[in-house]
């Protein structure tokens, strides 16, 4: 992890309500399947703390990663991770050993 201060000056724009998207997944059990997944867009929630707290609720003992939907210039979007990882990307640095089958 890096720590540096910045100029806060340095962004054009911010959101004030982002827009998150949770998947979550499901172990396929033994085999060379990947993990299936469930995903959900939240928008209006008041902060991220309030959706961490509704995907922990929903979680049910599944893995989930959280994302930040970003909208780009050219009318494309893009997800920005904010917490969790994908087990269906094995070269994800913050993967838990333990998922490896």
């Given at each position: 992890?890096?720590?540096?201060r910045?100029?806060?000056?340095?962004?054009?724009?911010?959101e004030d309500?982002?827009?998150?998207r949770?998947?979550?997944?499901?172990?396929?059990?033994?085999?060379?399947?990947g993990?299936?997944?469930?995903?959900?867009?939240?928008?209006?929630?008041?902060?991220?703390?309030?959706?961490?707290?509704?995907?922990?609720?929903?979680?049910?003992?599944r893995?989930?990663?959280?994302?930040?939907?970003?909208h780009?210039?050219?009318?494309?979007?893009?997800?920005?991770?904010?917490?969790?990882?994908d087990?269906?990307?094995?070269?994800?640095?913050?993967?838990?050993?333990?998922?490896e089958h």
């Amino acid at each position: 992890m890096e720590v540096r201060r910045i100029d806060p000056r340095d962004t054009e724009w911010e959101e004030d309500f982002p827009t998150y998207r949770v998947y979550f997944f499901t172990d396929p059990g033994p085999g060379p399947r990947g993990w299936t997944s469930d995903e959900y867009q939240i928008s209006q929630a008041p902060d991220v703390r309030t959706v961490i707290e509704w995907a922990d609720e929903q979680a049910a003992g599944r893995t989930y990663i959280l994302y930040a939907l970003v909208h780009g210039r050219l009318a494309n979007s893009g997800l920005l991770t904010l917490m969790g990882h994908d087990p269906n990307r094995p070269t994800d640095p913050r993967r838990p050993d333990d998922l490896e089958h």
